[in-house]
């Protein structure tokens, strides 16, 4: 009889284990599927910072040309603007006007265009004769912003 009951007790207590087993084996699994999708966030977060640091930081620079562009003409229009992580950029601006184009080769002299670039180059020229005979210029600049938190005197 003292057998028997030592038998029962240990069945129970293998039960209890197996049944602890399973809870722990489960709790693993749903561990690993956690630490999988924090994995998974750890490297599109070191992605996102790799991204960041070669970001050309676009969209400041093209408010600040397309700023500087609506206080030198009514009908400057930036047709194309292409910047890279070293702030080298390229744009292209078209005018509907010859004296509207000529208006803004004096502003792009002033001290309020150039002090937003290290440099600034006049790359090409070019009048298109469309139908009914309209003209449009344009003009394409290439040069290299200075960094944004400075201003040239």
Do not use: C, W
């Not at 038998?7 to 284990?17: D, F, G």
Request: net charge positive; glycine share 2%; no cysteine.
């Amino acid at each position: 009889m003292v057998f028997l009951t030592t038998l029962m007790t240990q069945n129970k207590t293998i039960k209890s284990l197996f049944e602890q087993k399973k809870i722990l084996l489960q709790s693993l699994k749903d561990k690993e599927a956690y630490e999988a999708k924090v994995s998974y966030l750890e490297k599109k977060y070191s992605f996102l910072k790799e991204f960041l640091k070669d970001d050309a930081q676009t969209l400041p620079y093209y408010n600040l040309l397309n700023s500087a562009l609506s206080l030198s003409t009514q009908s400057a229009q930036l047709r194309s603007f292409k910047i890279d992580k070293n702030r080298h950029v390229d744009f292209t601006v078209i005018f509907n006007n010859f004296s509207e184009m000529m208006a803004f080769f004096k502003f792009i002299e002033s001290e309020k265009f150039i002090k937003n670039f290290e440099n600034i180059i006049l790359k090409s020229f070019s009048i298109s004769i469309g139908e009914q005979e309209n003209e449009s210029y344009e003009l394409s600049f290439t040069g290299r912003f200075i960094p944004l938190n400075e201003t040239k005197n």
